[in-house]
């Protein structure tokens, strides 16, 4: 018997795969405390600022 993937699912697994990423883990917990200024992101994080647009 097949079985349909339910919105939830779907949901789910998205926000599994977004928390699954080590650079979007790192951007998050910098923003734990608040919003931070992209360019205070990309020194704390040492990357690019076209790789935090990314994510």
Partial sequence: MATSE???????A???K?????TRLSIL???LDGPKPVG????DLNLEQS?????
């Fill in 18 to 22: 977004i928390l699954g990423d080590r």
């Fill in 6 to 12: 339910t919105t939830d699912e779907v949901d789910c």
């Fill in 14 to 16: 998205r926000r599994l």
């Fill in 40 to 43: 205070e992101l990309n020194i």
């Fill in 51 to 55: 790789l935090l647009s990314h994510h």
């Fill in 29 to 31: 917990g910098q923003l």
